[in-house]
């Protein structure tokens, strides 16, 4: 049997083996643009859990199980990370209510999870992170009929998942062809070795990097005491976590009662706990209708008005832009907001004109969390908020902020930028969700999209012998052609991408493209347009992507 320390070492120790061997599993990725983000997804993910899991002193494995549980929920980066969140949500339900777990419920757990991946990818892929769980749950549920120990499970668990890890290039044409194995798949071999180590062999993996500690007030539901002009209503910043007993009832008739007795309410619940917050002048009713639901930790209680004073002059100095957005209550007189998810200042600021009411930084190379987009979401104070990813690799982590939010969330499939805009464009405020929602996404496949960038690593892709530092052109996220000079691939690409009936071509040009080279590039375009093109270019400032181009 496996007990709660044993396993909270086993995810403290999987994390780090993790974050030690990120930039390997980084490398995997087949594709050369500089995306190859695999193995830091996985690991920003796995160690968002790690100051939770340190805290608990003689915990349960579905203590454990739950915490690790709730926080990669929360920390979840890219598809990978999403996925890998998943495979330990299902370990949490598996394990739930047990002290202690031995090899049968381990093999269970694990297959939980591995059906939630599944169900969570809307076309999965064999050859993955997904087959590699998959053929691992099914290898220990064989292992535990037998009536083999944890352990024993355990070591059939990582075994199976090596093998079926070396299988992956049989399975995915494009990693034989570039001599890899899958890197989501291999990071999830990383995890599993971590985690054996301790419950063989006793020795937890240290980390091997200094990660800084989280800013104080990091939290979602940080105390926004001196981050106000207006005069205080409520003296009282109240947070606590009820640990939820049976049939306790439904968590929104305690947020009602909340908002009764003051505001700047939130009430985020899951299988085991309600995280609540308030401001209010009385506390002590606050704590007293919550103990109906259950047992109360964390408790914290402070005077804004004291704070306020203390703290208005250094708040004034801070920079607007690195502080997280604040939480905002619904309101029922702003039935939408949009959510963007941008980078480089020149896009962010083209969302906000067209009407974002939060913008979240990312992109390529640096995908938010599933808790970046739960505050920004939280921070718009709309009944309905429609949220644009606008790039492939984060609408898993935006989807999954759906459940964690206290009003409506809507994730709308926009893999890039110029579908984001295009988006943005064909928003009616007049109009009902759903006729919004059709309209929305009939404007994404209205609009192709152009990249230019560079490979990050020499490789052999789809046809192209691909040198690191090279041009790479990117036609609707898909290879064209490579390149050496800036200024042609710009005219290739943007001649290629014209349709019969193209009437606009619009370019973004990034941080590392100056001035003067865009209007080399814009002179350049133009001369090789039909007159009936119009030609517009914008400083997006974006990093990776020399150009962004949107043709319409």
Known sequence: MIEGKLLRDAYISAANNIGNKRQEVDALNVFPVPDGDTGTNMSMTMSASVRELEKMEDPTVAAVAQTAASALLRGARGNSGVILSLLFRGFAKGLAGKTAADGADFANALTLGVEAAYKAVMKPTEGTILTVSRVAAERAKEKAKQGAGAIAVWEEILAAAGEALEQTPELLPVLKKA???????????????????????????????????????????????????????????????????????????????????????VVVDDDEIIKCHVHTNNPGKALEEAIRYGMLSKMKI???????????????????????????????????????????????????????????????????????????????????????????????????????????VCVLPTRT?????????????????????????????????????????????????????????????????????????????????????????????????????????????????????ELTMLSGGQPVYYFIIAVE
């Not at 995908?367 to 987009?373: A, L, R």
């Not at 929602?437 to 230019?452: D, E, L, R, Y």
């Not at 020499?458 to 050496?484: C, P, Q, V």
């Not at 710009?490 to 019969?500: A, E, G, N, P, Y």
Request: glycine share 8%.
């Open 302 to 408: 402070e005077n804004m008005q004291e704070q306020h004073a203390q703290r208005k002059a250094s708040v004034a100095s801070q920079n607007k832009k690195a502080r997280e957005p604040e939480y905002a209550p619904v309101d029922p007189n702003i039935p939408y907001g949009i959510v963007a998810v941008a980078a480089g200042d020149g896009l962010q600021a083209l969302f906000r004109d067209l009407g974002a009411a939060g913008i979240v930084s990312g992109g390529q190379t640096m995908n938010p969390s599933t808790d970046d987009i739960l505050k920004a979401v939280q921070s718009v104070p709309a009944q309905n908020v429609i949220v644009l990813p606008n790039n492939k690799n984060i609408i898993m982590a935006a989807e999954q902020a759906i459940g964690l939010a206290d009003r409506k």
């Open 417 to 533: 930028v110029p579908q984001g805009i295009a988006a943005m464009l064909a928003f009616d405020p007049d109009s009902e969700l759903e006729d919004n929602q059709m309209g929305m996404t009939n404007a994404i496949a209205s609009v192709s999209t152009g990249q230019i960038t560079f490979a990050a690593r020499d490789s052999d892709f789809d046809g192209h012998e691909i040198k690191a530092g090279e041009l790479l052109a990117l036609d609707n996220g898909k290879l064209a052609f490579t390149s050496r000079d800036l200024n042609r691939a710009c005219v290739k690409l943007v001649r290629q991408m014209l349709s019969w009936d193209s009437s606009f071509v619009t370019m973004y040009y990034g941080s590392d493209v100056t001035e003067e080279q865009a209007a080399e590039v814009e002179a350049a375009v133009k001369a090789k347009l039909p007159d009936s093109v």
């Open 179 to 265: 001599g890899v194995v899958d890197a989501g798949g291999r990071g999830l071999v990383v995890i599993f070795e971590g985690m054996i180590s301790v419950l063989r062999d006793g020795v937890l993996i240290a980390s091997e990097e200094q990660k800084p500690s989280a800013p104080e007030g990091s939290d979602a539901f940080r105390n926004a005491a001196g981050e106000f002009d207006g005069d205080i209503r409520f003296t009282y910043c109240t947070e606590f976590i009820v640990e939820k007993k049976d049939g306790c009832g439904d968590s929104l008739k305690l947020r009602a009662y909340l908002e009764s007795i003051g505001d700047c309410v």
